[in-house]
């Protein structure tokens, strides 16, 4: 089965430590993101990435960090300079090319909590 | 900047009832929208898309959602919900000058009642 594929799903973290959501997809897809959802506040975009070994910042991007090493891999790393890490995160992809091409799949998400 | 705002946060309809879920955008130049669903405790899912064509556009378990570009709007329409469609839907938007970065609105909760 094609998809995406978010671990953990629950993870809590002590103040102060960094975190690293793992993030892969099997869909061939070259564009990857990750979203931070919150209630009422919809889906904001943290980061993006059209292709390996690039990616840019979207609109909430302060206090955390990502690698494109690979195609299949989007790792999201949420810093202790992150002032309100606590949230549910979600990654997606999509194609950069042909019909359709910005229709995002979605991963399960991942909920962090930190304490 | 681009953003997309939907009008209603929480709606309560009893099953039967008839569904309408406003979108709207700002964005003058061509744009790609999209509806996405959350079903309680399931991934997030594509709806309906409209890329081009015919503004009226069909997508899965009934829903349709019209692209009106004078009004620059894409609300979402059910003639008639049933309870399975508990869910938060998500109107998004691409500029198609703007790569890649699809704008999501806020979100709207719609509790079906049995």
């Known amino acids: 089965d094609g998809g995406i594929t978010q671990s953990p799903k629950y993870l809590f973290r002590k103040e102060g430590q960094n975190v690293t959501l793992s993030c892969e997809q099997n869909?061939?897809?070259?564009?990857m993101y990750w979203y931070r959802q919150d209630p009422g506040q919809g889906l904001r975009l943290i980061y993006y990435?059209?292709?390996?070994?690039?990616?840019q910042k979207g609109d909430i991007a302060e206090g955390y960090s990502v690698s494109r090493e690979k195609k299949e891999s989007f790792p999201l790393t949420v810093t202790s300079a992150q002032k309100n890490p606590t949230a549910f995160y979600l990654c997606?992809?999509?194609?950069?090319?042909?019909?359709?091409?910005?229709?995002?799949?979605f991963g399960p998400g991942t909920r962090l909590t930190v304490l | 900047a681009q953003s997309v705002s939907q009008h209603n946060h929480h709606v309560i309809l009893s099953e039967a009832a008839s569904l309408e879920l406003g979108c709207n955008y700002s964005?003058?130049?061509?744009?790609?929208l999209f509806w996405y669903v959350q079903y309680p405790g399931q991934h997030l899912q594509l709806l309906l898309k409209?890329?081009?064509?015919?503004?009226l556009v069909k997508g899965i378990k009934g829903f349709e959602a019209e692209f009106i570009k004078s009004k620059f709007s894409f609300n979402l329409r059910k003639p008639s919900v049933q309870w399975s469609d508990t869910a938060e839907y998500f109107c998004?938007?691409?500029?198609?000058?703007?790569?890649?970065?699809?704008?999501f609105g806020a979100g709207t909760r719609l509790f079906v009642k049995a």
């Open positions: 997606a992809s999509s194609r950069t090319s042909g019909y359709s091409y910005n229709e995002q799949f």
């Open positions: 990435s059209q292709i390996v070994n690039d990616f």
């Open positions: 998004a938007v691409n500029a198609r000058t703007g790569g890649f970065k699809t704008i």
């Open positions: 409209y890329f081009s064509g015919d503004p």
């Open positions: 869909l061939n897809h070259d564009a």
């Open positions: 964005y003058g130049g061509t744009v790609n």
